[in-house]
């Protein structure tokens, strides 16, 4: 019969690759370092990335982000307001690095701040991806918080998969990467209101960012990938 002391060992020696695994686990699924926002079908969206690093792995959970204020008391005091936000699919199966999306359409608590107001805003913007760790059976969570300045209006994430005749190949090296685009330099608001004028009112033009042709690529060398639309492009 086993003794105590070494079922003890046992269990250790089971447990062990386990935590060592989910530790190795949050190194590898993450989001980008940075959310974007761009045309998508002429809606203008929110959006960010989700991948793992690893190679042949398949990862399945839910997509989840909040937006946090602070909001100061006439006393002095400070309150936290939390908003959940809308996601496109929200229940994400990760083969290969997805881009998260949120519209910028009525009833989003961005929807009436343009790029300006967006960088004088105080807000957080708190997103996370719980899933179920395909070895351990264990629930794990990777969260990551965006800033206002983390926010980069008039860019989209450059397409990081190359299709060949048999396979596709996933360049993870670019996943923080972002290029301009052409997007109304306004608020989501009144890029509709330009779109969709009262009767009676003059229709205005929104003003459009000049697409620059360099890019940004302070990357993260520890982060992954995703298939591109061609609507953000």
């Given at each position: 019969?086993?003794?105590?002391?070494?079922?003890?060992?046992l269990s250790l020696v089971l447990l062990l690759p386990k935590m060592a695994s989910a530790r190795k686990r949050a190194q590898t699924v993450g989001f980008s370092s940075c959310a974007v926002v761009n045309l998508r079908d002429g809606v203008l969206c929110l959006s960010w990335r989700l991948g793992d690093l690893r190679g042949n792995h398949i990862l399945d959970g839910?997509?989840?982000?909040?937006?946090?204020?602070?909001?100061?008391?006439?006393?002095?005091?400070?309150?936290?307001?939390?908003?959940?936000?809308?996601?496109?699919?929200?229940?994400?199966?990760?083969?290969?690095?997805?881009?998260?999306?949120?519209?910028?359409?009525?009833?989003?608590?961005?929807?009436?701040?343009?790029?300006?107001?967006?960088?004088?805003?105080?807000?957080?913007?708190?997103?996370?991806?719980?899933?179920?760790?395909?070895?351990?059976?264990?629930?794990?969570?990777?969260?990551?918080?965006?800033?206002?300045?983390?926010?980069?209006?008039?860019?989209?994430?450059?397409?990081?998969?190359?299709?060949?005749?048999?396979?596709?190949?996933?360049?993870?090296?670019?996943?923080?990467?972002?290029?301009?685009?052409?997007?109304?330099?306004?608020?989501?608001?009144?890029?509709?209101?330009?779109?969709?004028?009262?009767?009676?009112?003059?229709?205005?033009?929104?003003?459009?960012?000049?697409?620059?042709?360099?890019?940004?690529?302070?990357?993260?060398?520890?982060?992954?990938?995703?298939?591109?639309?061609?609507?953000?492009?």
């Amino acid at each position: 019969m086993y003794s105590a002391a070494s079922l003890t060992l046992l269990s250790l020696v089971l447990l062990l690759p386990k935590m060592a695994s989910a530790r190795k686990r949050a190194q590898t699924v993450g989001f980008s370092s940075c959310a974007v926002v761009n045309l998508r079908d002429g809606v203008l969206c929110l959006s960010w990335r989700l991948g793992d690093l690893r190679g042949n792995h398949i990862l399945d959970g839910v997509v989840r982000a909040m937006l946090v204020r602070y909001v100061k008391q006439p006393l002095g005091s400070i309150v936290m307001l939390y908003q959940d936000l809308d996601i496109q699919n929200r229940d994400i199966v990760l083969a290969t690095p997805a881009t998260i999306i949120h519209k910028l359409e009525p009833g989003s608590p961005l929807y009436s701040l343009g790029p300006e107001d967006l960088l004088k805003d105080d807000f957080e913007l708190v997103v996370s991806f719980t899933y179920t760790g395909d070895s351990t059976g264990m629930l794990h969570q990777t969260r990551i918080c965006y800033m206002p300045t983390d926010i980069r209006w008039g860019q989209c994430f450059q397409d990081m998969i190359k299709v060949g005749k048999k396979r596709y190949k996933v360049d993870y090296a670019l996943f923080n990467n972002t290029t301009w685009v052409s997007v109304p330099m306004l608020s989501a608001e009144e890029y509709d209101r330009g779109r969709n004028p009262v009767e009676g009112s003059q229709s205005q033009s929104p003003l459009f960012a000049s697409v620059k042709r360099n890019k940004h690529t302070d990357m993260n060398p520890d982060v992954l990938e995703e298939a591109m639309q061609h609507t953000c492009l």
